[in-house]
């Protein structure tokens, strides 16, 4: 199993989702965040008096899903947050030892 | 009341009209106050709004009180020695009779006390404004009194008391630029450089925490200020109060444009903030002149002032004063610049027969407009300094370091302007609630003990 976690502009929320249904990943975990990349936030200017806002808002998603379709994953999340802007965050992915579901007690796989 | 003013032959009798027009003028400049106090609310961060607002707010309780004890006849009593009036029947307004008119005007004495009144309210509530975050309440209530008491009540005396030597020199100051603006503005410089500046000035950002309640607060001021300005010929019989509101308008747009234009060229943005801050300006510098100049002129005059001020606010960073919220830069600057100005703008068809520099009247009303500023400005810049001093040294001007980090709000006033917890359910941190102690003595402790407070 793969977790992708995605740190990305909030207002793509919605593409990012309907483009994760569409796929078929059943469920995903979305919170507000906050952070920079490269271009260190932005300034805002106060009777001129300027201010840098370093942290900018975003979304950070996360999706837990079979080794296989990792990288099919990665392209459909990228392809749905991309704006061409500069901001547009990071996906990444990392291995997943074990996911239980609790209700069931399932493992693996099946707890997907 | 401004200077210039002609008598009538025969007594004038109370007019519906002017007494009517004027209790609304009253009204309205009532509103700037509360105005103000969300002007300066929205300009500090989260954990100050409301303490801005109460140095603002409590000003109507005070200096209600003390004008009415003795302050209207310290301001308009018969005049001594040109420096302050007083008048027995006006202390405690028990003297007078309902249908008294003010001298000379066809209002009652009643209507003139509380339209004064107003102005006496807001001059001391700008102050607060440099003074945002950091001064203990009880300490600022006290300087409240002595400084509308040694300050204010006099200056006013100077400026608009018949006998006071700025009204008999012949300064124009039509509605408070010199009186309300250049003091305030004057008295705010004094009182920073004894407390000094709030805790990361320069260092952490201190953003305004709500640019819609700056907007709301500084549209309310625009509004109020016509009652400020239309109302200051006690009356509308002759046009004079409508030039006033029309000039008030005028310069009021030039400023704010300017202020705006001036920003976008050097900053490379048209702000919010700038919108209102430079529509204060324009209130600013109109109010001394507005009577006296003509409608392009109070184009002039905002625009200058606009400019003026715009470049006035960053004067803080460069000489290291925590003007938190720019009093000096927009109200001092601002009511120099206006009352300065009538020296070049007055035409001599308005208020007042004096005619400035760009009208033919050379540089006689400008020494005078000079004179009456650098007065009040020396004399509100020392004596608030000393006030603030003597109240620093006896109960102490500011908060502790901790609480003013900690938020003043919480510390002063046991409140805190927003609750955000609301929001993210469960994490909310756990109050309980104390009730009231109750008459019945028998119920009262044990019910207290169960409702032990939690602190958050």
Sequence with gaps: ?112 | MPPGITIAADAPELSAANTGFMLICSALVMLMTPGLAFFYGGMVRVKSTLNMLMMSFISLGIVTILWVLYGFSIAFGTDHGSLFGWESDYVGLSGLGVNQLWDGYTIPVYVFAVFQLMFAIITPALISGALADRVKFTAWALFVALWATIVYFPVAHWVWGTGGWAFELGVIDFAGGTAVHVNAGAAALGVILVIGKRVGFKKDPMRPHSLPLVMLGAALLWFGWFGFNAGSWLGNDDGVGALMFVNTQVATAAAMLAWLLYEKIRHGAFTTLGAASGAVAGLVAITPAGGSCSPLGAIAIGAIAGLLCAMAVGLKFRFGFDDSLDVVGVHLVGGVAGSILVGFFATGGGQSKAQGLFYGGGLEQLWKQLAGVGAVLAYSLIASAVLALLIDRTIGMRVGEDDEVAGIDQVEHAETAYDFSGAGGGTAPRTTVVPAPVADSAQAPAQTQQNKKVDA
């Design chain 1, 1 to 112: 199993m793969k977790l992708i976690t995605a740190v990305v502009k909030p207002h793509r929320l919605d593409e990012i989702k309907e483009a994760l249904q569409a796929f078929g990943v059943q469920g995903l975990t979305v919170t507000e965040a906050s952070g920079y990349g490269r271009q260190r936030g932005h300034t805002e200017v106060y009777r001129g008096a300027e201010y840098t806002v370093d942290l900018v808002p975003k979304i950070r998603i996360e999706v837990l899903v079979e080794d296989d379709d990792a990288d099919q994953v990665l392209e459909v999340v990228v392809k749905a947050a991309r704006t061409g802007k500069i901001g547009d965050g990071k996906v990444w992915s990392v291995p997943v030892e074990t996911a239980i579901r609790v209700r069931t007690g399932e493992r693996g796989p099946d707890a997907l």
